[in-house]
């Protein structure tokens, strides 16, 4: 699935919403420890975002590339907007940036993807948030991450995720060392449980 029908919810599958949190046998090193919010789910695939990866650029990085604003201009922006935090959100289109955010803030290109998150991909929401007008809670992810039809259910089938209701605390949750454990936490799950089942049917 791509970014492109992620609007179209008139089916919605079982994975939408939902937080996949990988396992220890999970092959892909592009999903190591890796939890994944979502987005959209249907038989013609999934697609999401992982929410616990940081970027190696900054938000200032992205002013800059994107001509929004210069260097001079950036060091006048408050503190928490200079550390606006950008994930790598997957390894499809990792050029592209996309913005996970409360429903506060919507555009025209902006795109619900819960009862309460929302999914924005112009460059209206970013300088909403260089103005200080942009929503309570968001997050930046360069990429995201996509399956086609039944490639996540077979993942799935062969223990390589495990799947709960995702957590709006979880996906704006700034601190992302531990962030895998306290995912695995909303199942009452710890990671030494799962390295003491690996390799076990």
Same mark, same amino acid.
């Given at each position: 699935m791509s970014f492109s029908t992620l609007g179209d919810k008139s089916e919605r599958g079982f994975l939408d919403g939902q937080f996949l949190i990988a %396992?220890?046998?999970m092959q892909d090193s592009n999903f190591t420890r890796a939890v994944v919010y979502i987005c959209a789910h249907s038989q013609a695939g999934a697609m999401g975002f992982i929410i616990n990866r940081a970027q190696q650029i900054s938000f200032t990085d992205v002013l800059?590339? @994107?001509?929004? %604003?210069? +260097?001079?201009?950036?060091i006048m922006l408050? =503190? +928490?907007? /200079?550390?606006?935090p950008i994930l790598s959100g997957g390894p499809v289109e990792t050029g592209r940036g996309f913005v996970l955010h409360s429903d506060d803030f919507v555009s025209e290109s902006s795109i619900p993807v819960s009862d309460d998150i929302s999914l924005t991909a112009t460059l209206d929401i970013i300088r909403a948030i260089c103005d200080g007008r942009g929503p309570a /809670?968001?997050?930046? @992810? =360069? !990429?995201?991450?996509?399956?086609?039809? !039944? +490639? @996540?259910? =077979?993942?799935?089938?062969?223990? !390589?995720? =495990?799947?709960?209701?995702?957590?709006?605390?979880?996906?704006?949750? /700034?601190? @992302?060392? !531990?962030?895998?454990e306290r995912a695995l936490a909303l199942l009452g799950v710890s990671p030494e449980m799962l390295s003491s089942e690996a390799g076990h049917a």
């Open positions: %396992m220890p046998s800059h590339h @994107l001509k929004i %604003m210069d +260097q001079a201009d950036t408050p =503190l +928490q907007t /200079r550390d606006f /809670r968001a997050t930046m @992810l =360069l !990429g995201y991450a996509g399956w086609g039809a !039944g +490639q @996540l259910e =077979l993942e799935i089938a062969n223990n !390589g995720w =495990l799947n709960c209701p995702a957590s709006d605390e979880l996906i704006f949750d /700034r601190a @992302l060392e !531990g962030k895998y």
